[in-house]
């Protein structure tokens, strides 16, 4: 049976004042997948998420999530639909606990589940993370930067979301631990069962963990097929993988 479309990004197009940086932008994410958006600085992959999410209008064009239009819905009323977003450095609320934050991103969901039920949660999130669980009474802000990214991963998934939008997750880690985070999305989507879009400058780990990829450049989508095809078309692999073709 074929799967559901989650998300279908129809012919966006976003600004930044007079400066058009999204230009149609066509693109869809079927339930259960990752799909990675790959491409340069500056490519507008944030913006198409921001545009996604709600946090920056689009001004043409329409999302849909879950069958639904939410091109002019704000961000505050795209969560309880069943959308969350990690946001590119993270940000987390650096003054309150590792604990308080992971109640945060259960908030919308209260009273209709309960404490009990949502501390059940935040023990499986120590589960999955649990270095998390030995600094649970420690301040976000003091945590180093894996453990916030796993913070702010932790924090989005109590929001029980059908999809969870990832920003440079990897960004400014050392390699070995945005290796680990990255494993972790792949775990999230099978354990979970969590579809995920995933931002990632590193486009050889986010190829390695998704099931299809879309190449934005300028505003943009300039390629788009499955990992493993992006993974040895020679083009993807001059341009994003370090491969001299």
């Given at each position: 049976?074929?799967?559901?479309?989650?998300?279908?990004?129809?012919?966006?197009?976003?600004?930044?004042?007079?400066?058009?940086?999204?230009?149609g932008?066509?693109?869809?994410?079927?339930?259960?997948?990752?799909?990675?958006?790959?491409?340069?600085?500056?490519?507008?992959?944030t913006?198409?998420?921001?545009?996604?999410?709600?946090?920056?209008?689009?001004?043409?064009?329409?999302?849909?999530?879950?069958?639904r239009?939410?091109?002019?819905?704000?961000?505050?009323?795209?969560?309880?639909?069943?959308?969350?977003?990690?946001?590119e450095?993270?940000?987390?609320?650096?003054?309150?606990?590792?604990?308080?934050?992971?109640?945060?991103?259960?908030?919308?969901?209260?009273?209709?589940?309960?404490?009990?039920?949502?501390?059940?949660?935040?023990?499986?999130?120590?589960?999955?993370?649990?270095?998390?669980?030995?600094?649970?009474?420690?301040?976000?802000?003091?945590?180093?930067?894996?453990?916030?990214?796993?913070?702010?991963m932790?924090?989005?998934?109590?929001?029980?979301?059908?999809?969870?939008?990832?920003?440079e997750?990897?960004?400014?880690?050392?390699?070995?631990?945005?290796?680990?985070?990255?494993?972790?999305?792949?775990?999230?989507?099978?354990?979970?069962?969590?579809?995920?879009?995933?931002?990632?400058?590193?486009?050889?780990?986010?190829?390695?963990?998704?099931?299809?990829?879309?190449?934005?450049?300028?505003?943009?989508?300039?390629?788009?097929g499955?990992?493993?095809?992006?993974?040895?078309?020679p083009?993807?692999?001059?341009?994003?993988?370090?491969?001299?073709?």
């Amino acid at each position: 049976m074929a799967s559901k479309t989650v998300l279908h990004v129809k012919n966006v197009t976003a600004r930044y004042g007079p400066i058009e940086v999204l230009h149609g932008i066509t693109m869809h994410v079927q339930e259960g997948e990752i799909v990675s958006l790959l491409g340069s600085n500056g490519a507008g992959k944030t913006t198409l998420l921001n545009c996604i999410c709600g946090l920056h209008g689009a001004k043409g064009g329409s999302v849909e999530f879950d069958g639904r239009d939410i091109t002019t819905i704000p961000a505050e009323k795209v969560v309880p639909l069943g959308m969350a977003h990690v946001p590119e450095r993270r940000q987390i609320f650096s003054t309150l606990t590792v604990e308080d934050n992971l109640w945060l991103g259960a908030s919308h969901r209260m009273p209709a589940v309960s404490k009990k039920e949502i501390m059940h949660e935040i023990e499986s999130i120590y589960t999955r993370f649990p270095i998390l669980g030995q600094r649970r009474q420690q301040l976000g802000g003091t945590l180093s930067g894996g453990q916030q990214q796993m913070l702010a991963m932790g924090r989005a998934l109590l929001a029980r979301p059908k999809l969870l939008l990832l920003d440079e997750p990897s960004l400014g880690l050392a390699p070995l631990i945005a290796k680990e985070i990255l494993e972790i999305v792949r775990e999230i989507r099978s354990e979970w069962g969590t579809t995920v879009l995933l931002v990632e400058q590193n486009a050889r780990a986010a190829l390695a963990i998704a099931d299809r990829a879309y190449i934005l450049g300028t505003g943009s989508v300039m390629m788009e097929g499955s990992a493993k095809e992006m993974m040895h078309d020679p083009r993807v692999q001059s341009a994003y993988l370090g491969a001299h073709v």
